[in-house]
């Protein structure tokens, strides 16, 4: 991509020089010094784009190894939160499983009741 705009701004650099020299009517001389300036230019112009991604080049470069070196330990901070997540999680878990199953029996035991009996009262006392 980068080589088809540096092809692009040498092929647009020649063909304004072409055009100008077509369609401006100058002398040979003042013509020479005109297309020379442009090239000039053209030139700075392609020398500050390439300086431009040197530039750039090095800030990748090191973006990519500061990646490098945090990724890993980040990582690794990461797999040691969720561990002690888990380590902590456990005994809740646990304890929230058995609520479950306890709640699960009471609600089998109100489900056995006759409606037709009064039995609210004698369960209730023996709990």
């Known amino acids: 991509m980068i080589k088809s705009f540096l092809k692009g701004l040498v092929v647009g650099s020649i063909a304004g020089g072409v055009g100008t020299l077509l369609t401006v009517p100058r002398s040979g001389n003042e013509t020479r010094e005109k297309l020379t300036k442009e090239l000039e230019v053209a030139t700075k112009t392609t020398q500050d784009l390439n300086a431009s991604l040197n530039n750039f080049k090095k800030a990748l470069l090191t973006t990519q190894q500061?990646?490098?070196?945090i990724i890993p330990a980040f990582t690794a901070g990461l797999e040691q939160d969720i561990?002690?997540?888990?380590?902590q999680a456990e005994?809740?878990?646990?304890?929230?499983?058995d609520q479950v199953t306890t709640l699960t029996n009471?609600?089998?035991?109100?489900?056995?009741?006759?409606?037709?009996t009064d039995n609210?009262?004698?369960?209730?006392k023996e709990k």
Do not use: G
């Open 106 to 116: 009471h609600a089998n035991a109100l489900a056995t009741i006759d409606p037709t």
């Open 83 to 87: 561990t002690d997540f888990k380590f």
């Open 66 to 69: 500061t990646a490098q070196e």
């Open 120 to 124: 609210t009262v004698a369960n209730s």
């Open 91 to 97: 005994p809740r878990i646990t304890q929230i499983k």
